[in-house]
């Protein structure tokens, strides 16, 4: 049974209002509302444990990354219980997760043991240079202070109280404090015991971690302005990123804001490619555009092909796509986004319905829609995501049409690249495009997996996220939360642990 309380400091604290969970199977359960206090006493503990956790050693920090990984597997069932109550996923969605979210802690303890994120660098004093002598120069990354995470609604675990922002946050020494989501706070509660547990055992400041409860705006407002915040990490929606972003940008002390906002992640299909596997393409795109309902940043929702190939895409597309049942989505504000955006589609000029369905309250079938290259350029709105699965096929009249068609592109996570190898000085005049409009390019897949590793970007230009230069997913995303130093004539002694 949930306490419904918040974690701050290592102390489970109750507040004077409760909101409920809502559930789609289990009891649902009361839980306190978090308030601008909350937050206050959260980011004061994190500013106090910043002096001992922000200077530990990195074997030190790996110890607790590794503790906390075991701290969560040790609640895998439960964990798994209540996450499936709560959002619906499937069992083997929320157990694969989990196994994400231990693996992405387990790789930042390994990374920074290796050392290489410190970006070390050293220029040997060079007293006998003339004109002018050099000093003793070192550089090394170190991290900011106390940073702010919003849990995102659809990853209860990877992208929520332990997940990659937590993880690379703590990695860099610098402690946390979560915003939990509403959409399932007995999970968040139950890896904040974990993280709690991890604490106790590792020795560590109390306020390296704190959870703070879903709340009114007041709570996300306050958390990102309070002056000893120094970075925010987010994944969620356009309109709400924007407004936290506009937020930590008119602060006195402004501050990085690194939002993972979405985009339409558009596929290319190429002609070569197109003729000679259409249906094979569109078999996978009708599977990676419904795979959880829908409701993955990476949903491939606008696929591009030329009119001469469209055909048996197209087709193959409608009857894999006619074969998916309903799928629970996460939230009922996620059902009536979702629902907005189908009627923001269908009612565009030019935009014929290839296969219509429904969204029932949280249970939603996949819709399919095309347009002309022409209709798609003259209607920005058709190129604004839609989070649940519908797809857009945008039809061109030629190569010059689909690099227009990319040209008119907003930021993006992913662009897709379907090529064989007559299209490759085609691939090669679309890549320069691409390449300014995305973080992530891929040939001949989907992008709906998003692999934890050193070489992943998980960002892109505006509107795909508020930082071209980071990533949510990956190792470097450790780099948001540092900030180089050099050290001029500094004896190793009095150095930083590095």
């Known amino acids: 049974m949930p306490t419904g309380n918040h974690l701050i400091a290592g102390t489970w604290v109750a507040g004077d209002e409760t909101f409920k969970s809502d559930p789609i199977q289990g009891t649902s359960h009361a839980y306190s509302v978090g308030t601008p206090a909350h937050v206050d006493a959260a980011v004061e503990a994190a500013e106090a444990a910043f002096w001992s956790f922000g200077f530990s050693t990195r074997k030190q920090r790996a110890v607790f990354l590794n503790t906390i990984a075991d701290e969560i597997e040790a609640r895998a069932e439960e964990i798994t219980k209540i996450g499936c109550q709560e959002s619906g996923l499937p069992e083997a969605r929320l157990q694969g997760e989990r196994g994400r979210t231990v693996g992405q802690l387990r790789l930042f303890a390994d990374h920074i043991l290796q050392g290489n994120y410190l970006d070390a660098r050293h220029d040997k004093a060079l007293p006998d240079r003339a004109p002018l002598p050099r000093p003793d120069l070192k550089l090394f ?10 849990g995102a609604s659809n990853f209860p675990l990877a992208f929520s109280t332990a997940g990659g922002d937590t993880a690379a946050a703590l990695a860099a020494g610098c402690p946390v404090v979560v915003k939990g989501h509403s959409a399932h706070p007995g999970t ?7 993280i709690d547990a991890a604490i106790v055992k590792c020795g560590i400041h109390p306020g390296v971690f704190s ?6 705006r007041d709570v996300g407002t306050r958390l990102v302005q309070h002056t000893l915040i120094k970075a925010v990490g987010f994944t969620g929606s356009l309109a709400g990123g924007r407004a936290l972003f506009d937020l930590c940008a008119q602060r006195p002390e402004p501050i990085p804001f690194f939002g993972e906002l979405g985009s339409v992640n558009p596929m290319f299909l190429l002609p070569a490619a197109a003729r000679a596997r259409g249906a094979e393409i569109g078999c996978g795109w009708a599977g990676s555009l419904t795979m959880g309902a829908g409701q993955f940043c990476t949903k491939p929702g606008i696929a591009v092909v030329l009119k001469n190939q ?12 006619s074969q998916v049942g309903a799928q629970t989505m996460l939230t009922d504000g996620i059902a009536q986004a979702y629902r907005a955006g189908q009627t923001r589609i269908a009612s565009g000029a030019g935009v014929q319905d290839l296969l219509t369905s429904s969204c029932d309250q949280r249970n939603a079938t996949p819709y399919l829609y095309q347009t002309t290259a022409s209709d798609w350029l003259g209607n920005p709105a058709l190129g604004e995501e839609v989070f649940g699965p519908l797809g857009l096929v945008v039809v061109a009249d030629d190569l010059d049409q689909m690099h227009q068609v990319a040209r008119a592109l907003q930021g993006q996570l992913t662009c897709t690249i379907h090529m064989d190898d007559g299209d490759i000085e085609a691939a090669r005049t679309l890549m320069p495009i691409l390449e300014r409009k995305a973080g992530r390019i891929l040939a001949n897949g989907f992008p709906t997996g998003v692999e934890v590793a050193d070489t992943m970007v998980h960002g892109g230009p505006y509107p795909a996220s508020t930082n071209f230069g980071a990533t949510s997913v990956g190792t470097l995303s450790i780099r948001r939360f540092l900030r180089p130093v050099c050290y001029q004539n500094i004896p190793n002694e009095i150095l930083p642990a590095n």
């Open 310 to 321: 469209a055909a048996a895409f197209v087709s193959a597309t409608q009857e894999a796509l």
């Open 211 to 216: 959870l703070v409860q879903g709340g009114k």
């Open 141 to 150: 990354q170190r991290p900011v202070g106390p940073v702010a995470v919003f």
């Open 188 to 194: 968040g509660e139950i890896v904040a015991e974990a």
